[in-house]
C-alpha cells in the first residue's frame, strides 16, 4: 500500500470544502507521483489542521482537491528562530530540511563578518521547507527570511525574544570582551531554567565569529551563549544539534 | 595565517620522535593543501594523543613527520556506538561525517527488513570518519565495522553493553508485541537515570523497523527504546539528533 501523499495548501481547509492546488502541485501528484482523480491524500496547513482528502482535478493549470474529515487540529508549536550563516548550498539545503523536521519556526540567513557565501535563493530554500514540513509531519511550513547582517539582525531584535548563540571559542576569557564572565555552559544546561516564551538560535559561519561580534553577543541581555562539547561542529551539524538540544529542554522533544 | 593541518598517525608518535606517512597524506599534504619540508602541522592518535609537529620529508612513496612537544594526552572518550540501517550512500556518508564529529566511537551499518540499499563502501566510509576526525579534534578515528544483518548484531551483543533504539512508531501499543508496556520515553527522560558504562544507538531504515524487528527489541533486557519527538525524522537526521541527546544526557556534551 503506498503512503498517503501529504499536501501543504496555503489556503482555507473546511471539512466538505474544495481548495485549488498549484501547477507544480499538479505536476507533482499526476507526473511524479501518479495518482489520479480520486485518488486519497492528506492536505494540511497550521491555520486550519489537517485534512483527509480527494484529489477532485488535476488539469493544465492547476488542479482541484476536496477536504473531508479532518484529522489533526491545528495545535501550538514551539516558538524557535534558527539564525545561521550561509555556509556552501549543499549544507544551507541541508540545514534547512533538517531544521524543518526538527520543528524550527523560521529561519533567518545572517552574514557576519567571516561569512563566505554571500547570497542564498529564498524561493529554493522556501521549497526546501515546504516539502521538509510535508515529509515529517508538521503542521506549519517554516519561513525563511531574506538574508540579514548580523548587526542589523540585532539591531531590530524583537523585544522577548531570547537568543542561543553557539560559541565555538567559548573558552576565550571574558574579559576580552568586557561580557559576561566565565566559559558558555553546555546547552542543556543554559536553558535548564530558562524562561519558556520565544527564542532563536544562532549558528556562526565555518570560520567563527569575529571578536566585535562576540564581544556585542555576549553583552547583550537577551543572549545566552553555549556550548556544543568538546569537538568543532560543521555549521551544518551545530545547526542540527543546537535545535535537538533546544526541543528536548524547552521544546517539543519533551514529553508534554 | 592558516590552520595547523591535523594528521591522523595509526603508528606510535612520541616526543621527539619521527612517523611515516602515507603516499595519500603526501599527496594532501603537497599538492592539496601546498605545504612543503618544515612545515608545521599537528599529528595525532588516540593511543599517544596529539603533538606539534614538523614537515620532514615529502616523496613519491611516502614522507615522514618530526613529533615535537606533545599538545594533549590521550583521553578518556564516550563509548558510543552506532549503528544504523544503510540508506542512500549521501546519508550514509553524511551519518558518518557528522556521527564522527558528534563522538561516535564505532558505526555498525545494519540491514534489516526494510533496507533498501544492501552494499556499503567500508573503505570509503573509513576515510570519511578519518578526515572527519582531523577536522574536528578528537583523537580517535571511528571505525566502521563490516555490514551485519540486525538479528546477527543483536545475536552476537555483548555484554554489559546498552542499546537505545529511537523507535518512531513509538505509539503502538506494547501488548501487539509483548514487551515492556508504554510509550517509548523521550530520549532525555529515557537517559536521566541510566547506568554510565558504554552505550550504543540504533537508527532504523526509512521504512521503519518490521513489526517482528520492534517485538524482538523491546523484549530485549538491553534495549531503552526511545522517542526522537512528534515529526518524523530522516534516518540521517534521526542519527544526529540521538548522538547529540545521548552526548548530553551521559557524555561529553555536558560539564565535566
Same mark, same amino acid.
Given at each position: 500500500?503506498?503512503?498517503?501523499?501529504?499536501?501543504?495548501?496555503?489556503?482555507?481547509?473546511?471539512? #466538505?470544502?474544495?481548495?485549488?492546488?498549484? +501547477?507544480?502541485?499538479?505536476?507533482?501528484?499526476?507526473?511524479?507521483?501518479?495518482?489520479?482523480? #480520486?485518488?486519497?491524500?492528506?492536505?494540511?496547513?497550521?491555520?486550519?489542521?489537517?485534512?483527509?482528502?480527494?484529489?477532485?482535478?488535476?488539469?493544465?493549470?492547476?488542479?482541484?482537491?476536496?477536504?473531508?474529515?479532518?484529522?489533526?487540529?491545528?495545535?501550538?508549536?514551539?516558538?524557535?528562530?534558527?539564525?545561521?550563516?550561509?555556509?556552501?548550498?549543499?549544507?544551507? %539545503?541541508?540545514?534547512?530540511?533538517?531544521?524543518?523536521?526538527?520543528? $524550527?519556526?523560521?529561519?533567518?540567513?545572517?552574514?557576519?563578518?567571516?561569512?563566505?557565501?554571500?547570497?542564498?535563493?529564498? %524561493?529554493?530554500?522556501?521549497?526546501?521547507?515546504?516539502?521538509?514540513?510535508?515529509?515529517? #509531519?508538521?503542521?506549519?511550513?517554516?519561513?525563511? $527570511?531574506?538574508?540579514?547582517?548580523?548587526?542589523?539582525?540585532?539591531?531590530?531584535?524583537?523585544?522577548? +525574544?531570547?537568543?542561543?548563540?553557539?560559541?565555538?571559542?567559548?573558552? $576565550?576569557?571574558?574579559?576580552?570582551?568586557?561580557?559576561?564572565?566565565? +566559559?558558555?555552559?553546555?546547552?542543556?544546561?543554559?536553558?535548564?531554567?530558562?524562561?519558556?516564551?520565544?527564542?532563536?538560535?544562532?549558528?556562526?559561519?565555518?570560520?567563527?565569529?569575529?571578536?566585535?561580534?562576540?564581544?556585542?553577543?555576549?553583552?547583550?541581555?537577551?543572549?545566552?551563549?553555549?556550548?556544543?562539547?568538546?569537538?568543532?561542529?560543521?555549521?551544518?551539524?551545530?545547526?542540527?544539534?543546537?535545535?535537538?538540544?533546544?526541543?528536548?529542554?524547552?521544546?517539543?522533544?519533551?514529553?508534554?
Amino acid at each position: 500500500m503506498s503512503s498517503l501523499i501529504r499536501l501543504h495548501i496555503d489556503a482555507p481547509l473546511a471539512e #466538505g470544502g474544495k481548495a485549488s492546488i498549484s +501547477r507544480a502541485q499538479v505536476h507533482y501528484l499526476k507526473t511524479v507521483m501518479r495518482r489520479g482523480e #480520486g485518488d486519497p491524500l492528506v492536505v494540511f496547513n497550521a491555520r486550519d489542521g489537517e485534512f483527509a482528502a480527494t484529489i477532485e482535478s488535476l488539469g493544465g493549470k492547476g488542479g482541484v482537491v476536496a477536504a473531508g474529515a479532518r484529522r489533526r487540529a491545528p495545535e501550538p508549536e514551539p516558538d524557535l528562530w534558527l539564525a545561521f550563516a550561509p555556509v556552501k548550498r549543499g549544507a544551507v %539545503d541541508f540545514i534547512v530540511q533538517k531544521g524543518t523536521e526538527l520543528g $524550527a519556526a523560521r529561519f533567518l540567513p545572517t552574514t557576519t563578518a567571516r561569512t563566505n557565501a554571500a547570497r542564498v535563493r529564498e %524561493d529554493r530554500l522556501a521549497a526546501i521547507a515546504c516539502e521538509a514540513a510535508e515529509q515529517c #509531519g508538521r503542521l506549519s511550513v517554516p519561513a525563511v $527570511a531574506p538574508l540579514r547582517p548580523l548587526a542589523a539582525m540585532l539591531d531590530e531584535w524583537p523585544a522577548g +525574544r531570547r537568543l542561543m548563540y553557539c560559541d565555538e571559542a567559548g573558552d $576565550a576569557p571574558d574579559e576580552e570582551w568586557g561580557g559576561r564572565a566565565g +566559559r558558555a555552559a553546555p546547552a542543556l544546561e543554559a536553558l535548564k531554567d530558562a524562561p519558556a516564551g520565544p527564542w532563536a538560535i544562532l549558528i556562526g559561519p565555518e570560520g567563527g565569529f569575529a571578536p566585535e561580534e562576540r564581544a556585542r553577543l555576549r553583552r547583550l541581555d537577551f543572549v545566552t551563549p553555549v556550548t556544543l562539547g568538546p569537538r568543532i561542529l560543521r555549521a551544518d551539524t551545530a545547526a542540527i544539534a543546537a535545535l535537538t538540544l533546544w526541543q528536548a529542554a524547552l521544546g517539543d522533544l519533551r514529553r508534554v
